[in-house]
């Protein structure tokens, strides 16, 4: 009688046991997804936030740099035609990369032949270079309307020409041949606020200067010497190292004394990739690109 109570109590006891376990599974399985949901939610707001505040401080970066140009002490000791150049402060890095758009091709003034040599500059051949020379011509516009009219539309070109100058960089992107061209690689050839159908040829970034200096005696409007700008493309990247976040700004920014700050912003540019800027060069300390305050303030901030 006493061993079959004892095996009732243990039979008993084990189908606890089990209950208690699939009781467990079964909780387990409701759980461990919302655990891991709310885990990952966490983590993406975290690198959000991250990103968020490396913005914040790119786009001040921003406003510093600009102030120097504005100033004229930045273009003194900044290099202005598109070369990156970067500081690190404790486990940060900052990248800026400044253009002078005195070295860039006005695609309102600039002639039929330096704007082919534009092109060429971001691959195209020779032939595809002049038939978007031309196109972009007949976009901005021609002295008989009329007859601009009853040319029939290029293979190149954009759908319909709008007869009026270009008032952005990015309506290139309506070009047929230009759809897949990156904005940011025809921002770093073209410009719509020099107001010049020359450019400076020691301000050219090194693509365009390339292409130029291959075509030399061909007629090219460009002249010798840094000439002064008042229109910069300006690009700060902020990141940490070792991690994939980064905030990044760009602006295009012309000197204006009237506001406070001597600049005011044209529009935004968009910022290069950071996995591009391998050529970096690297100052030792943050003081020469944005001044012993800034840098104090940085490495304050970092540590």
């Given at each position: 009688m006493t061993e079959e109570r004892s095996e009732g109590e243990n039979g008993s006891a084990g189908f606890s046991l089990v209950a208690v376990l699939v009781f467990m599974l079964i909780v387990s399985a409701i759980i461990v997804p919302f655990a891991v949901t709310a885990k990952t939610k966490l983590m993406i707001a975290n690198n959000e936030v991250e990103q968020e505040r490396l913005s914040l401080l790119a786009e001040g970066l921003a406003n510093v740099v600009s102030s120097e140009l504005a100033n004229g002490s930045g273009t003194e000791k900044l290099r202005l035609d598109a070369t990156p150049i970067a500081c690190r402060s404790g486990e940060f890095t900052f990248d800026v990369r400044i253009q002078d758009h005195s070295g860039l091709i006005d695609l309102n003034a600039a002639d039929a032949h330096l704007l082919s040599l534009g092109f060429a500059s971001l691959g195209f051949d020779r032939q595809t270079s002049e038939e978007l020379a031309e196109a972009a011509i007949q976009f901005r516009g021609s002295t008989n309307a009329f007859a601009a009219q009853a040319e029939p539309a290029s293979s190149v070109g954009p759908p319909q020409n709008k007869q009026a100058p270009f008032e952005s960089v990015s309506e290139l992107q309506e070009f047929s041949a230009l759809a897949s061209t990156p904005l940011h690689d025809l921002h770093d050839v073209f410009t719509v606020f020099s107001k010049?159908?020359?450019?400076?040829?020691?301000?050219?970034?090194?693509?365009?200067?390339?292409?130029?200096?291959?075509?030399?005696?061909?007629?090219?409007?460009?002249?010798?010497?840094?000439?002064?700008?008042?229109?910069?493309?300006?690009?700060?990247?902020?990141?940490?190292?070792?991690?994939?976040?980064?905030?990044?700004?760009?602006?295009?920014?012309?000197?204006?004394?009237?506001?406070?700050?001597?600049?005011?912003?044209?529009?935004?540019?968009?910022?290069?990739?950071?996995?591009?800027?391998?050529?970096?060069?690297?100052?030792?300390?943050?003081?020469?690109?944005?001044g012993p305050e800034v840098a104090q303030i940085l490495r304050g901030w970092a540590s």
């Open positions: 010049r159908g020359t450019l400076s040829l020691d301000l050219a970034p090194s693509r365009l200067r390339t292409v130029l200096a291959d075509a030399s005696g061909s007629g090219a409007s460009t002249t010798e010497g840094a000439s002064e700008g008042s229109t910069y493309s300006v690009e700060v990247t902020a990141r940490r190292d070792g991690s994939g976040i980064a905030g990044q700004v760009g602006f295009i920014i012309e000197k204006y004394p009237a506001s406070a700050a001597g600049f005011r912003r044209l529009s935004r540019s968009p910022a290069a990739d950071i996995t591009k800027l391998a050529a970096t060069t690297f100052s030792e300390n943050c003081d020469a690109l944005f």
